[in-house]
């Protein structure tokens, strides 16, 4: 049963502390994205990785990190230099990341910092 | 600066009738274009798509019409049910070599509400 998975569905952190949230498919997708969303805003783009041990800012990636060691795996941490974390995170992957490909998301991850 | 616009964030709809989703962009580079729907506390889920060289796609009780000269969309349901009542977003991409690639830009999403 393949898809992409978001742990956990609910996070509390207080304010100042680093938080990292976990996405893992198992699609076998190369390509693998990380998006905010706040309410009205849409869906934002933080960071995205097109290849193992490669990754490229998005639009708002101040305030986070990213890594990919495993194909399967594109873990997001949440850094107290980010000023507004509390929000809706979503990731993504896409099979190869360009052309046509549908890009596919996980059940996403809601972040309160207190 | 927003490439994708959705300028309504609601639609209210009456349950039979037909659902009129919009959106503009204004970057000539992009040539696909999606819809993605989406339930509070949940992912995006994908609906439907369209590549720039067709001007119509249909998948069901959903359409989706491109006019590149206005560059400008929509998403057509019909009949509407209960069960579309989500937001709906659309997102675009440029396909070209140079492009960032994957890389979706979305619009801040209508939220359907079809009402029996």
């Known amino acids: 049963d393949g898809g992409i998975t978001q742990s956990p569905k609910y996070l509390f952190r207080k304010e100042g502390q680093n938080v990292t949230l976990s996405c893992e498919q198992n699609?076998?997708?190369?390509?693998m994205y990380w998006y905010r969303q706040d309410p009205g805003q849409g869906l934002r783009l933080i960071y995205y990785?097109?290849?193992?041990?490669?990754?490229q800012k998005g639009d708002i990636a101040e305030g986070y990190s990213v890594s990919r060691e495993k194909k399967e795996s594109f873990p997001l941490t949440v850094t107290s230099a980010q000023k507004n974390p509390t929000a809706f995170y979503l990731c993504?992957?896409?099979?190869?990341?360009?052309?046509?490909?549908?890009?596919?998301f996980g059940p996403g991850t809601r972040l309160t910092v207190l | 600066d927003q490439q994708v616009k959705q300028n309504s964030p609601s639609l209210s709809v009456q349950e039979g009738r037909i659902s009129i989703l919009n959106c503009d962009y204004t970057?000539?580079?992009?040539?696909?274009f999606l819809w993605y729907k989406k339930y509070p506390a949940e992912g995006p889920t994908f609906l439907i798509s369209i590549s720039s060289i067709k001007d119509k796609n249909e998948d069901g009780r959903f359409t989706v019409f491109l006019n590149k000269s206005a560059k400008h969309l929509s998403l057509h349901i019909v009949p509407s049910q209960p069960g579309d009542s989500a937001v709906y977003f659309c997102?675009?991409?440029?396909?070209?070599?140079?492009?960032?690639?994957?890389?979706?830009?979305f619009g801040r999403g209508t939220q359907l509400t079809v009402w029996p």
């Open positions: 990785s097109q290849i193992v041990n490669d990754f």
């Open positions: 993504a992957s896409t099979a190869r990341g360009r052309g046509t490909d549908t890009q596919y």
């Open positions: 970057n000539s580079m992009f040539d696909y």
């Open positions: 699609l076998n997708h190369d390509a």
């Open positions: 997102a675009a991409r440029s396909l070209g070599r140079g492009s960032t690639l994957g890389r979706l830009y």
